[in-house]
């Protein structure tokens, strides 16, 4: 059988080399790849608590330029968020470099240490600096407070007041809950 002298490990090479080199398994943030989708993943990450344990955090470094995490007091109570893909309103810096804007749908703010709930419904934008560095799409700026979305942060807390042995602390946990709930 003349026709089969390739062998299996040279046909895995060369099934590993195509896979590599096709365009839809480039992983996001790729500089072939739309900036607004490394901006899109790390609001989402952000959105679902990515950053309200330690453990979690290192899922979003694919994204960020920055290398650690300020210690926060509080979280932006957010609903949905829209990073505008228009290339108009962006601002383009130069070929590997833009600024693009994001619009939060706000509720307020949770603080940490009183386990208080601050409401603040607003619409409010900021604009994300999005650099191409070693082949890839990153975050360099804002380094803001983390952005939770209201049921995952209404999970946390719920988590919170299991976990707490404390029946003051609980009974403040469970009045940030009820805040968090009732926040429109």
Do not use: C
């Not at 390739?6 to 590599?20: D, Y």
């Not at 920055?66 to 957010?78: C, L, Q, R, T």
């Amino acid at each position: 059988m003349r026709g089969t002298l390739v062998t299996r490990p040279a046909r895995s090479l060369v099934a590993a080399l195509l896979l590599l080199s096709s365009d839809g398994l480039a992983q996001t943030g790729a500089l072939n790849k739309d900036p607004v989708e490394v901006v899109t993943k790390y609001l989402s990450l952000d959105r679902h608590g990515a950053r309200l344990e330690a453990m979690s955090v290192e899922v979003l470094k694919p994204y960020i330029n920055w290398k650690e995490e300020p210690a926060w007091g509080h979280v932006v109570v957010i609903t949905d968020f829209e990073v505008l893909d228009d290339i108009a309103q962006w601002q383009i810096i130069d070929m590997l470099e833009v600024v693009i804007p994001v619009k939060f749908r706000v509720l307020g703010s949770m603080y940490w240490e009183t386990a208080g709930f601050l409401p603040g419904a607003k619409v409010e934008e900021i604009r994300f600096r999005v650099k191409g560095m070693v082949g890839r799409w990153r975050i360099m700026e804002p380094i803001l407070p983390p952005h939770v979305g209201q049921k995952r942060l209404i999970g946390f807390v719920r988590q919170a007041i299991l976990d707490e042995k404390n029946p003051s602390r609980q009974a403040k946990l469970g009045e940030l809950l009820a805040a968090l709930k009732k926040a429109r």
